[in-house]
């Protein structure tokens, strides 16, 4: 059974940092791709990053770049994203969603290309 579960998440004041982690269990990371994705209240859910562990390949929104980094760690299972100088606009529930090979590197943030999701994981920025 294919599972993924994000935590890491808390209460930070601007300019600070967290980690954020998505422990995968039921496939190995090589096999998928993996993404962030954050959802501000009434906002649609945007994606943030992705990382392909297969050819070390990682993509970032715009908005996050310089900022976030994503990383992954295939003998622990687990996914990582490193948020430094947050902002209060990074407030959001974050997720991580994995999906199959078959896109390659295209439609990263697409959230409706991934085929499975975990549960949210809660930042919230203060300024």
């Known amino acids: 059974e294919v599972q993924l579960q994000a935590s890491g998440g808390g209460l930070v004041q601007a300019g600070r940092s967290l980690r954020l982690s998505c422990a995968v269990s039921?496939?190995?990371?090589?096999?998928?791709?993996i993404g962030w994705f954050r959802q501000a209240p009434g906002k649609e859910r945007e994606g943030v990053s992705y990382?392909?562990?297969?050819?070390?390949?990682?993509d970032y929104a715009d908005s996050v770049k310089g900022r976030f980094t994503i990383s992954s760690d295939n003998a622990k299972n687990s996914v990582y994203l490193q948020m430094n100088s947050l902002k209060p606009e990074d407030t959001a529930v974050y997720y991580c969603?994995?999906?199959?090979?078959?896109?390659?590197?295209?439609?990263?943030?697409?959230?409706?290309?991934?085929?499975?999701w975990g549960q949210g994981t809660q930042v919230t920025v203060s300024s």
């Open positions: 039921g496939f190995t990371l090589d096999d998928y791709v």
């Open positions: 969603a994995a999906r199959t090979r078959r896109y390659g590197l295209s439609y990263l943030e697409r959230a409706a290309s991934y085929d499975y």
């Open positions: 990382i392909s562990s297969s050819d070390s390949s990682a």
